[in-house]
């Protein structure tokens, strides 16, 4: 399971770096410029407030950042392989 986490991980983390991007353009174009630049800074937080925000009104947004940010937690433990 380990090896699956560790092989797929590059993919991941260019896939929530995408994510991140888009929940971002989504603060700064809902909440303005104080909303899009604390989301560019805490991404967890805000892409864990813009997902609930968007149920409802941006379906396709908000099951991938509930996607990513599930597989975060298996990502994180083991992704990078050997530390």
Not at 1 to 17: H, Q
Not at 37 to 66: C, H, Q, R, S, V
């Amino acid at each position: 399971m380990k090896a699956i986490f560790v092989s797929l991980y590059g993919i991941f983390a260019i896939t929530a770096i995408i994510t991140h991007i888009w929940t971002v353009i989504i603060a700064f174009t809902e909440a303005g410029f104080f909303g899009g630049i604390l989301t560019l800074f805490l991404p967890f937080l805000g892409e864990l407030y813009w997902m609930f925000k968007m149920f409802g009104e941006n379906d396709t947004y908000a099951y991938i950042a509930l996607t990513h940010l599930i597989l975060a937690i298996p990502f994180s433990m083991f992704g990078r392989g050997d530390r």
